[in-house]
């Protein structure tokens, strides 16, 4: 079974970082995209940003250009997502989530993930 299990979240202070990390298991397929999402309270869920599994090629939300990193550790089967100069409009909870369709990393919409680890929230104060 594919299972995702994302953590690192937590309270931080604007202009602060975390990193979050996704550990995924329980698929051999090559060529998949791994995307972050996040849902604030009362709002839809958005993709902040996806990676490819094959060439790792990177989709980011307009609002975290700059600001966040989306990498791949291969060997250990795990997505991280650096957020630096985290502003109070980040906090949301943040999910990983799997395609089994890489080639649609660069749409990063999360109906077509089928897969998704439980939440870590991010609580940006300011």
């Known amino acids: 079974d594919v299972q995702l299990q994302a953590f690192g979240g937590g309270l931080v202070q604007a202009g602060g970082s975390l990193r979050l990390s996704c550990a995924a298991s329980?698929?051999?397929?090559?060529?998949?995209?791994i995307g972050w999402f996040r849902q604030a309270p009362g709002k839809e869920r958005e993709g902040v940003s996806c990676?490819?599994?094959?060439?790792?090629?990177?989709y980011y939300a307009d609002s975290v250009k700059g600001r966040f990193t989306i990498s791949s550790d291969s060997a250990k089967n795990t997505v991280y997502l650096q957020m630096n100069t985290l502003k109070p409009e980040d906090t949301a909870v943040y999910y990983c989530?799997?395609?089994?369709?890489?080639?649609?990393?660069?749409?990063?919409?999360?109906?077509?993930?089928?897969?998704w680890g439980q939440g870590t929230e991010v609580t940006v104060s300011s």
């Open positions: 989530a799997v395609d089994l369709v890489g080639s649609r990393w660069y749409r990063c919409g999360s109906y077509e993930y089928g897969y």
């Open positions: 329980g698929f051999t397929f090559d060529d998949y995209a």
């Open positions: 990676i490819s599994s094959s060439d790792f090629s990177t």
